[in-house]
């Protein structure tokens, strides 16, 4: 389906009157409806060339970039998840895109809906042309209209089709590169930019250390700040995620990458960014909880599956208890002290500072070099002392190392070629998905096993205690499987072919 747009203002009845002698027209209706506009926060489907609308109890799926209608469905309650969708087909594609982001409504506009059959000699419908006229809410008292044509063929009729797209553009109208969702974003010169989570920094290899760091930092805080609202608001779980991650950053950066920052300052405010990822830790782990619901309920039989309703109604209780204590922290002076102190820090005191760091002004890829290097040696000490006999804290202290490594490399990547780079993050990803799973089932048994003990035993509540006990089991045995693949991901890793594409990036 295309969608064709004109400098001139759109009288579809006049239009018309110009078709070829061949084709006639029926209007099947004219209404004016709202058509609600959907995507995430951070603008997923709109970046990814998507666009998700509404109206009345009508949703579409298209891809912007061809305006194709990929699936649509009717649904008369409110849609805020993906799963909250009944439609399978649909909802598989935004779990792709989306994940676990709300859908937000972005825009909601009037739009006069005209229904055109286009017919030739016999009578017979070639295609179907749909004029919308939305009325902008521009804030200017007279009002503003965007008008645009869209024109769905009939597959047995292409020559036709053919014929009226030629008439289109005689009629002065121009195919919309993009949907109408972005043209209106572009015409409103409200096109929102981009956000990255992830450092997408391009550093120059001659750049002075403190520079780099300077760039890296600040958008790792910009990013703390830009999630602040959506957990205030409690929009969807993405934002403490998000938010938690750029604070983890923050705290690798200033333990592992030094002489660059005088050691008090980058100790002072490491253990103030520890403090603020300490608030967030339980929020966290009961978001987990709760987003694996589906998984763990499909690892019960059924009759068993009527015992997890109150651990998750309890989770779920215990998870809004501990946003608004999260809620209240983010907004207290002491957080907002800690935030304004590093900011300012960053802009005026970090390129400007007397004290003597030997790292300061030497090339950033030099330091980067350096500071990877000595960290992916750790990693292999680490990975090879680990045995059958070895502690889950062994692991945990890997996990940690592997981390570090990866932000790392993150903040870096720019100084380095394009696909050695990607190579060489893929196989520590593998490392890290085994490790951050066998760190994900410790953590699942410990609050299973803690609601056990705190809340079942005590009620006596037979059911649930198989249930929970079950999961616990499955948990542990998962866990087991997973600690037996370490020494595989870990080979894997350290093999030859790693370890050269490691020297040739960075020796």
């Known amino acids: 389906m295309n969608f064709y747009s004109s400098h001139k203002q759109i009288n579809l009845e006049d239009r018309l009157l110009t078709l070829p002698d061949k084709f006639s027209f029926r209007q099947e209706y004219k209404k004016e409806l709202l058509q609600t506009f959907y995507d995430t926060y951070d603008n997923k489907l709109l970046f990814a060339n998507y666009s998700f609308t509404k109206f009345a109890y009508n949703y579409q799926l298209t891809t912007s970039s061809e305006n194709d209608l990929v699936t649509e469905f009717t649904y008369n309650k409110k849609i805020s998840f993906v799963y909250d969708i009944p439609d399978k087909e649909i909802k598989k594609a935004l779990q792709k895109l989306i994940g676990v982001r709300a859908l937000l409504i972005k825009a909601a506009l009037p739009n006069t809906l005209t229904k055109i059959h286009i017919l030739n000699k016999n009578k017979k419908c070639v295609a179907v042309l749909t004029s919308h006229k939305i009325r902008l809410k521009t804030g200017n008292p007279k009002d503003e209209y965007f008008e ?39 015409k409103l010169n409200a096109f929102p930019e981009p956000y990255y ?66 050691k008090q300052t980058a100790f002072d405010f490491k253990t103030k960014f520890e403090q603020i990822q300490k608030s967030t830790n339980h929020a966290r782990d009961l978001d987990v909880l709760l987003l694996i619901r589906n998984e763990y309920e499909k690892n019960l039989p059924k009759e068993f599956r009527s015992g997890l309703t109150q651990f998750f109604r309890s989770v779920k209780l215990e998870r809004n208890r501990e946003y608004k204590k999260l ?29 003597n760091c030997k790292n300061k002004k030497l090339p950033i890829k030099e330091v980067a070099k350096r500071f990877i290097r000595k960290k992916f040696r750790q990693i292999i000490s ?64 410990e ?22 006990g079950g999961l616990i089991t499955l948990k542990y045995q998962r866990q087991k499987i997973v600690r037996s693949d370490f020494h595989n991901k870990f080979s894997q890793f350290n093999n030859n072919k790693n370890f050269n594409l490691f020297k040739n990036l960075f020796d």
């Open 447 to 468: 609050k299973l096993k803690l609601f056990l003990h705190e809340k079942v035993n005590k009620k006596g509540n037979a059911v649930e205690a198989s249930s929970i």
């Open 197 to 262: 989570y992830k450092i997408n920094q391009s550093l120059n290899d001659k750049m002075p250390a403190d520079k780099a760091i300077q760039k890296i930092y600040l958008q790792l805080t910009e990013v703390i700040k830009y999630n602040e609202e959506g957990i205030l608001k409690d929009i969807d779980t993405d934002f403490l995620h998000d938010f938690r991650v750029s604070i983890r950053k923050l705290r690798s950066g200033l333990s592992e990458i030094k002489g660059i920052i005088p």
């Open 382 to 445: 680490i990975g090879n002392e680990i045995n059958e006999n070895s502690q889950d804290t062994d692991f945990h202290r890997l996990r940690i190392e592997c981390k570090k490594l990866r932000y790392m490399i993150e903040f870096f990547s720019s100084l380095f070629p394009k696909n050695e780079i990607e190579n060489f993050s893929a196989q520590l990803k593998q490392l890290q998905n085994n490790l951050g799973e066998f760190n994900d089932l410790s953590i699942q048994q």
């Open 327 to 355: 809620q209240a922290f983010i907004l207290s002076k002491e957080y907002l002290d800690i935030i304004d102190g590093w900011l300012n820090f960053l802009k005026s005191d970090l390129v400007n500072e007397s004290e």
């Open 148 to 186: 645009a044509v869209s024109i769905e063929k009939k597959t047995e009729y292409k020559y036709e089709f053919a014929e009226l797209k030629k008439w289109l553009q005689k009629n002065n109208f121009r195919i919309l590169k993009t949907d109408i969702y972005s043209t209106l974003l572009h």
